[in-house]
C-alpha cells in the first residue's frame, strides 16, 4: 500500500462537537481488553498505554471493559475493575496521564453476566448471572437473577458512573454489545423475562434504560453517556436484535429517552450495509433514527475482521473518508490497529501508509 487514500483525510480530522463533549478529530480508541492489570489494578504500564495514544492524537480514548462493583462482573484476575480504593486510584492515575497529553478518557463499564464460567477469578465462588441464567448457547446454568437482584446490579452501574466523573473522565461509556450482561438482557434467546425486564424488544430494553437513568442521576445533565450496542454475539456473528429498521427503531427510542448522548454500533466490517435497500451501515442506521451522533467501528483499515484474531494487512481508508464525507457517522473507533501502534492516527494525519504496520495476534502479549 503506497497511501492511506486517495481521497482528502480532513474529514476525519475535523473537530466534533456535539452538546456535551468536543473532540479534536474523529479518531476513537475502541475498547480493548487487555489483562494487564494484576488483582483488578492499572498500574503505571497501563497508564503509560493509553498515555502514548493521547499524545500521538487520538480524539477519544474508550478504556478497555472495567468490572462494575458486583462479585461476578468479570472474568479473570487481571482485568481491571472499576471499584474499590486501589483500582480506582489506579483509574485516577490514567485519567491524569492522558489529560496530561491533552487527551480525552471514558471507561467502559462492563459486566459479563453468563459469559462467565463458574469458577473463574477473581472471586472462584460467584456464580455467572443472567436475565434467565441461560448461557448464550442456550444452557441453563444457575437461576434467573431476581427482580431485586437486576435492580441491585443497575446500581452498581450508577456508582460506577458516579466514581468516573468524580476521578475526572470525560464521559462513560456502557458497554451493551457482545452478548454480555446488558446484551443479555436485550436478546431473546437470553432474556426469557416476565417481569419488568423481559418481553418485547422494548420491555428487553428495560434494564438498559433503569442504568441509563441511573447513571444520569449520578453525574448530572451535562456529562456524555456513550452507549455501545451490537447485532452480533461472541458466538453468534449472524444475530440480530433488530432484523428491520423498524424494529432497530424501537430498539433505540427508549435508550434515546432514558438519556443516552452518543451511540457506539459494533460491527465487525463497518462498509457493510446494515439492512436492505440502502448502503447505511449500523452507525448510519442509528444515526438517522435516534438524532444522536454515533460511532462507527469495525476492520478500519485492515482487511481482516477482529474476531478471527488472524493477522490482517493495512489497507486503504478511502471507503471510510466516503461515508465520513457523507456524515453517514460522526467517529471512527479503532481497535486493532491501534492496539499495536499507539502513533497510527499520527501517521495517517501524515500520510505515512508505509510505516503502518500489520496486526498480528501476538500483539496481544504486550502493551505496546
Ligand atoms: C484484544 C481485543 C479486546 C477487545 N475487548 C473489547 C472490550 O473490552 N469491550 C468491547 O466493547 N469490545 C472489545 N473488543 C472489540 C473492539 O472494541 C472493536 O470493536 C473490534 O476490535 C473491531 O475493531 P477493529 O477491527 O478496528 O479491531 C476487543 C477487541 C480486541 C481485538
Not at 474529514?11 to 489483562?35: C, I, Q, W, Y
Not at 459469559?115 to 448471572?129: C, D, F, M, S
Not at 417481569?195 to 430494553?205: A, E, N, S
Amino acid at each position: 500500500m503506497t497511501s492511506t487514500t486517495n481521497k482528502s483525510i480532513e474529514p476525519l480530522f475535523e473537530a466534533f462537537h456535539s452538546e456535551k463533549l468536543d473532540l479534536d478529530n474523529r479518531t476513537v480508541m475502541a475498547p480493548m481488553t487487555r489483562g494487564f492489570s494484576p488483582e483488578g489494578i492499572p498500574g503505571e504500564d497501563v497508564a503509560a498505554y493509553y498515555r502514548r495514544r493521547a499524545e500521538n492524537g487520538v480524539g477519544l480514548i474508550v478504556t478497555e471493559g472495567t468490572g462494575i462493583n458486583h462479585p461476578s462482573s468479570v472474568s479473570g484476575a487481571s482485568i481491571p475493575l472499576f471499584h474499590g480504593e486501589e483500582s480506582l486510584n489506579g483509574w485516577k492515575h490514567v485519567v491524569d496521564e492522558v489529560h496530561k497529553a491533552g487527551g480525552k478518557i471514558a471507561p467502559q463499564l462492563w459486566h459479563v453476566g453468563m459469559t462467565r464460567k463458574k469458577g473463574e477469578l477473581p472471586n472462584e465462588e460467584a456464580l455467572p448471572v443472567g436475565p434467565s441464567g441461560l448461557s448464550l448457547d442456550g444452557e441453563q446454568v444457575t437461576e434467573p437473577l431476581t427482580t431485586e437482584e437486576t435492580e441491585q446490579l443497575v446500581e452498581a452501574y450508577a456508582q460506577a458512573a458516579a466514581d468516573a466523573k468524580r476521578l475526572g473522565f470525560d464521559a462513560i461509556e456502557l458497554h451493551g454489545a457482545h452478548g454480555y450482561l446488558i446484551d443479555q438482557f436485550f436478546w431473546e434467546q437470553t432474556n426469557k423475562r416476565t417481569d419488568r425486564f423481559g418481553g418485547d424488544i422494548v420491555g428487553r430494553t428495560q434494564f438498559a434504560v433503569e442504568i441509563i437513568e441511573a447513571c444520569r442521576r449520578e453525574v448530572g445533565p451535562d456529562f456524555p453517556i456513550i452507549f455501545r450496542f451490537s447485532q452480533w454475539k461472541m458466538n453468534d456473528f449472524n444475530a440480530k436484535l433488530a432484523k428491520t429498521s423498524e424494529e432497530l427503531d424501537s430498539f433505540l427510542q427508549p435508550l434515546v429517552s432514558a438519556g443516552v448522548d452518543i451511540f457506539h454500533c459494533s460491527t465487525r466490517r463497518f462498509w457493510e450495509p446494515e439492512f436492505e435497500g440502502s448502503d447505511l451501515n449500523l452507525a448510519g442506521w442509528t444515526k438517522k433514527l435516534s438524532g444522536k451522533p454515533v460511532i462507527s467501528v469495525g476492520s478500519v483499515g485492515l482487511n481482516g475482521e477482529f474476531t478471527s484474531f488472524n493477522s490482517a494487512e493495512a489497507t486503504s481508508l478511502d471507503n471510510l473518508m466516503g461515508k465520513l464525507e457523507n456524515d453517514e457517522f460522526d467517529l471512527v473507533a479503532i481497535g486493532r490497529s491501534l492496539l499495536i501502534d499507539p502513533e497510527w492516527v499520527k501517521k495517517i494525519r501524515e500520510g505515512r501508509a508505509e510505516d503502518l504496520q500489520p496486526f498480528d495476534k501476538a500483539a496481544l502479549q504486550q502493551l505496546y
